[in-house]
């Protein structure tokens, strides 16, 4: 009888500590269905809200850590000759060639009604390990700057069109030319520039070098003011206004991961 009473009071003693630890159980996920959204809502309000306080949100917001790169490819046209005497084009592909871009803001401003206004820079690298070439490679293109002009003087009068032809004859330009890899980004000196500057203003909407990429290296895309999020997360980075400018008939922004220049 001493052994059954003690092995059923045993039992009695383990199914109140299994109860016991169920009451708990219970209490506890309750206690954390309860807590954990409250929890989860301010670790994510203050590692997403833009807020020096925030720390390493804050710099990795400032500063992008992640890697952007670029990568264009061209059609070099090997018988730019036998173009001009109306036969079809040979082309050939070259690239890739690969830039990474950084993206810092500066002139970071915070104002009292939880915005904030800053400048975000780009600059381009050359990555070599990954480019199928070096910047220094030279390719044959279409004149892209004496082309698309002559487009635009197409309905000029006969007179304006004759000094342009006469301007193209004196600085020597063709339909195609050789350029470097960073000549065609970066931009490189035409004569024809600075003529069509001085005589023709407004004409081009640039000075200076031409080249495809010629403004956007180490350049900013305007000032920008958003939402902090600190006062309400759901309009965390909401752009309040690009240059002070609420509102834009249309703005399009594009973000070039492959471009591929096509030599005719």
Same mark, same amino acid.
Request: glycine letters at 6%; charged letters at 20%; hydrophobic letters at 45%.
């Given at each position: ?73 061209? @059609?070099?046209? *090997?018988?730019?000759? +036998? !173009?001009?005497? =109306?036969?079809?084009?040979? $082309? ?5 060639? /690969? ?76 339909? @195609?030319?050789? *350029?470097?890899?960073? +000549? !065609?980004?970066? =931009?490189?000196?035409?004569? $024809? ?5 001085? /005589? ?65």
């Amino acid at each position: 009888r001493d052994g059954a009473g003690r092995s059923s009071w045993r039992m009695r003693v383990r199914a109140w500590a299994l109860a016991v630890a169920g009451v708990l159980l219970v209490a506890a996920g309750t206690v954390l269905l309860l807590v954990t959204p409250a929890i989860m809502h301010r670790q994510v309000k203050a590692n997403v809200q833009i807020d020096p306080a925030s720390g390493m949100a804050y710099t990795m917001w400032r500063d992008i850590p992640v890697p952007f790169y670029m990568s264009l490819y061209f @059609f070099e046209v *090997k018988n730019p000759q +036998e !173009i001009l005497r =109306g036969e079809k084009p040979v $082309l050939v592909q070259r690239g890739p060639y /690969i830039y990474r871009e950084y993206r810092q803001k500066s002139n970071i401003t915070f104002h009292n009604n939880n915005t904030v206004s800053y400048r975000e820079y780009h600059r381009y690298y050359f990555y070599p390990d990954g480019s199928a070439g070096n910047e220094s490679d030279e390719i044959v293109l279409p004149n892209m700057l004496a082309l698309s002009v002559a487009l635009m003087v197409e309905d000029w009068p006969y007179a304006l069109k004759l000094i342009f032809s006469t301007a193209l004859k004196t600085f020597n330009e063709t339909p @195609f030319i050789k *350029k470097t890899v960073k +000549e !065609i980004m970066w =931009g490189y000196d035409d004569p $024809l520039i600075d003529f069509l500057n001085r /005589i023709f203003p407004g004409v081009i909407p640039f000075e200076g070098k031409f080249g495809l990429f010629a403004e956007m290296n180490n350049s900013d895309t305007g000032l920008f003011t958003v939402h902090t999020g600190v006062d309400n997360i759901t309009k965390v980075h909401v752009i309040d206004n690009w240059n002070g400018i609420k509102k834009v008939c249309k703005l399009s922004i594009v973000f070039v991961k492959n471009l591929t220049i096509i030599g005719l």
